[in-house]
Nanobody, 124 residues
Framework: QVQLVESGGGSVQAGGSLRLSCAAS????????MGWFRQAPGKEREFVAA????????YYADFVKGRFAISRDNAKNTVYLQMNSLKPEDTALYFC?????????????????WGQGTQVTVSS
């Protein structure tokens, strides 16, 4: 069993920044691919970013490319999402997810573990 706990969400003005953290339990964290997803009310959950288990490869949704950065610190069992130049459209509940197979994937159905989510609200 893997437990994921997100933190760092909050309210920010458009153009501002936030850094989300996802702390993971479990001895195999270093071998998991990690992803960030988000879901706004009435909308489908959508992919935001992913990072390979080695931390060497990352992938981003087009709508956040150049603004967000995913990273991980395996020694701390933590994955981060640095969010810059935030837009009102980024307002959503953000989830981190872990995949036992360390290969990056972009669909939520392929992830095995999920956090409870942290709310990000961006005002104009």
């Amino acid at each position: 069993q893997v437990q994921l706990v997100e933190s760092g969400g909050g309210s920010v003005q458009a153009g501002g920044s936030l850094r989300l953290s996802c702390a993971a339990s479990g001895r195999s964290f270093s071998y998991y691919a990690m992803g960030w997803f988000r879901q706004a009310p009435g909308k489908e959950r959508e992919f935001v970013a992913a990072i390979k288990w080695t931390g060497g490869n990352t992938y981003y949704a087009d709508f956040v490319k150049g603004r967000f950065a995913i990273s991980r610190d395996n020694a701390k069992n933590t994955v981060y999402l640095q969010m810059n130049s935030l837009k009102p459209e980024d307002t959503a509940l953000y989830f981190c997810a872990a995949r036992r197979n360390g290969i990056m994937v972009l669909t939520s159905s392929e992830y095995d573990y999920w956090g409870q989510g942290t709310q990000v609200t961006v005002s104009s």
